[in-house]
T-cell receptor, first 115, second 111 residues
Framework: DTGVSQNPRHKITKRGQNVTFRCDPI?????LYWYRQTLGQGPEFLTY????????KSRLLSDRFSAERPKGSFSTLEIQRTEQGDSAMYLC?????????????FGPGTRLTVL | LAKTTQPISMDSYEGQEVNITCSHN???????ITWYQQFPSQGPRFIIQ???TKVTNEVASLFIPADRKSSTLSLPRVSLSDTAVYYC????????????FGTGTRLKVLA
């Protein structure tokens, strides 16, 4: 399978703990995006990378959130001091580049539950 | 970024053709129209993308009128497995573009 993969698929944690999610994009895709989705809503953009450079961050991405993409391959999203409001599905997507028709391909998501 | 408006929900029966219309009155010259499908607990799946007129692939057709202020996703002969949320997105993937999802259209296919 050469699609976008995300690990873990599910994460249950206690409030105040730190969690880290991993995303492996489609090989040779230069762009990588993180979204968050809560129940009944569409995905909301968090941040994106062009290769290893983080080019944009949403205001939704508080200072407790940090994302990295070392070497321009896989990416990690870390949430520090989790809060119950962080419970959501975290989606990763990748696209080949920045052409108008370079669509984003999404992974299966990581569902986070903060108790 | 152009805002989109879709019906919140639709019901259909197996074997019927389903048409979901999306309004995007403020679409820009460089914007493309993209549709995604999402099943519960899964990431959105790309269905089809177009700029103008008609686009067809193995799963759907996309109709875009000349003024491009709306678009219609057509699903031929739906089955129960087409029950999902469908999102219409408008934008240009160049530059700092990122997808702005609305709440989508919840399609329920009945037996």
């Amino acid at each position: 399978d050469t699609g976008v993969s995300q690990n873990p698929r599910h994460k249950i944690t206690k409030r105040g703990q730190n969690v880290t999610f991993r995303c492996d994009p489609i090989s040779e895709h230069n762009r990588l995006y993180w979204y968050r989705q809560t129940l009944g809503q569409g995905p909301e953009f968090l941040t994106y990378f062009q290769n290893e450079a983080q080019l944009e961050k949403s205001r939704l991405l508080s200072d407790r959130f940090s994302a990295e993409r070392p070497k321009g391959s896989f990416s990690t999203l870390e949430i520090q001091r989790t809060e119950q409001g962080d419970s959501a599905m975290y989606l990763c997507a990748s696209s080949l580049g920045a052409a108008a028709t370079d669509t984003q391909y999404f992974g299966p998501g990581t569902r986070l539950t903060v108790l | 970024l152009a805002k989109t408006t879709q019906p919140i929900s639709m019901d259909s029966y197996e074997g019927q053709e389903v048409n979901i219309t999306c309004s995007h009155n403020n679409i820009a010259t460089n914007d493309y129209i993209t549709w995604y499908q999402q099943f519960p607990s899964q990431g959105p799946r790309f269905i089809i993308q177009g700029y103008k007129t008609k686009v067809t692939n193995e799963v759907a057709s996309l109709f875009i009128p000349a003024d491009r202020k709306s678009s219609t996703l057509s699903l031929p002969r739906v089955s129960l497995s087409d029950t999902a949320v469908y999102y219409c997105l408008v934008g240009d993937n160049r530059g700092t573009y990122k997808y702005i999802f609305g709440t989508g259209t919840r399609l329920k296919v009945l037996a």
